[in-house]
């Protein structure tokens, strides 16, 4: 559904002499070579492709059933378990931001060889790398949570944290829609 290796590869602009890495949005363009974006490229589908994503799968699923074992054999309290997850989330979340700021960290130091983009631009293409795939489903899911807390008699607490944050995620996607629409 999200192409993650086709986004990291859409932030490199084809040039004479290697690809144009933008590293933030006010930045200008600095060059990466072909054989360091090839590098590049080599290593995030390592990571973000299919035997990364099943790496990942295997390694956290393991360490569940180490520590679903360790726990139950320490008589530990049922709140230790967030423990596990939140190291989980951490851990994977912290490797793929190393991992994602690769390009950033290759070029910290080399000099911008072209102006930045205009901020249409940078937004344009930040849009190109949302597919519609995962615009509609998005919408869909949204939707159906949005219309579930919709109809939902309950007013707590939780009740208007679900139709709000469904509420703004519905409206990001059509927005998103509505934006990458313009973009034709």
């Known amino acids: 559904m999200f192409d993650s290796i086709g986004a990291f590869n859409k932030q490199f602009v084809?040039?004479?002499g290697g690809y144009l890495y933008y590293p933030?949005?006010?930045?200008?363009?600095?060059?990466?070579?072909?054989?360091?974006y090839k590098q590049l490229t080599e290593d995030w589908r390592k990571i973000a492709g299919r035997r990364g994503v099943w790496t990942v799968a295997g390694i956290v699923t393991l360490a569940i059933i180490v520590w679903t074992i360790i726990s139950r054999s320490l008589s530990l309290p049922d709140w230790s378990d967030s423990?596990?997850?939140?190291?989980?989330?951490l851990g994977i979340s912290a490797w793929l931001f190393w991992a994602g700021f690769a390009p950033h960290r290759l070029v910290r130091d080399r000099p911008a060889i072209v102006p930045?983009?205009?901020?249409?631009?940078?937004?344009?293409q930040a849009r190109a790398m949302v597919?519609?795939?995962?615009v509609i489903v998005g919408l869909l899911l949204s939707g159906i949570v949005l219309i579930g807390s919709l109809n939902s008699p309950e007013?707590?607490?939780?009740?208007?944290?679900w139709l709000v944050g469904s509420g703004l995620i519905f409206s990001l996607h059509i927005w998103?829609?509505?934006?990458?629409?313009?973009?034709?």
């Open 14 to 16: 084809p040039v004479e």
């Open 155 to 161: 007013r707590d607490f939780n009740a208007w944290a």
């Open 131 to 134: 597919n519609w795939p995962f």
């Open 24 to 36: 933030s949005k006010n930045g200008g363009g600095k060059l990466v070579t072909a054989d360091e």
């Open 176 to 184: 998103v829609a509505i934006q990458k629409l313009r973009d034709r």
């Open 116 to 124: 930045p983009r205009p901020a249409s631009e940078a937004r344009r």
């Open 83 to 89: 423990i596990i997850i939140g190291a989980c989330v």
